[in-house]
C-alpha cells in the first residue's frame, strides 16, 4: 500500500471517530467503535510518517489527500 493512501485512511478513520465519540457519550454507552477507529487510523499514520519521515508536513497532507482522491476517481 503507498504511504500517501494509509496515510489518508488514517486520517479518515481519526475524522470519523470524533462523532462516534461524542454519540456514544451523549447515549452514555461505552465508545468502542470510536476507540477502534482511533487507535486503527493513527495505526495506519503513525506507519506513513514513520516510514516517511519529514514528508508529512501541513503542505503536502492537502496534496496526499487529493492525490489519493484523484487516483479513487479515476
Same mark, same amino acid.
Given at each position: 500500500?503507498? *504511504?500517501? #493512501?494509509?496515510?489518508? &485512511?488514517?486520517?479518515?478513520? +481519526?475524522?470519523?471517530? &470524533?462523532?462516534?465519540? !461524542? ?8 465508545? *468502542? %467503535?470510536?476507540?477502534?477507529? !482511533? ?6 499514520? #503513525?506507519?506513513?510518517? +514513520?516510514?516517511? $519521515?519529514? %514528508? *508529512? #508536513? $501541513? ?6 489527500? !487529493?492525490?489519493?482522491?484523484?487516483? &479513487?476517481? #479515476?
Amino acid at each position: 500500500m503507498d *504511504y500517501d #493512501t494509509a496515510f489518508v &485512511i488514517g486520517l479518515v478513520g +481519526v475524522v470519523l471517530g &470524533i462523532p462516534a465519540f !461524542f454519540s456514544a457519550y451523549a447515549e452514555q454507552r461505552r465508545p *468502542y %467503535l470510536a476507540l477502534l477507529l !482511533f487507535v486503527a487510523g493513527g495505526g495506519a499514520m #503513525t506507519y506513513a510518517v +514513520v516510514n516517511n $519521515p519529514g %514528508l *508529512y #508536513t $501541513p503542505d503536502h497532507i492537502m496534496d496526499a489527500i !487529493f492525490g489519493v482522491v484523484a487516483r &479513487i476517481v #479515476t
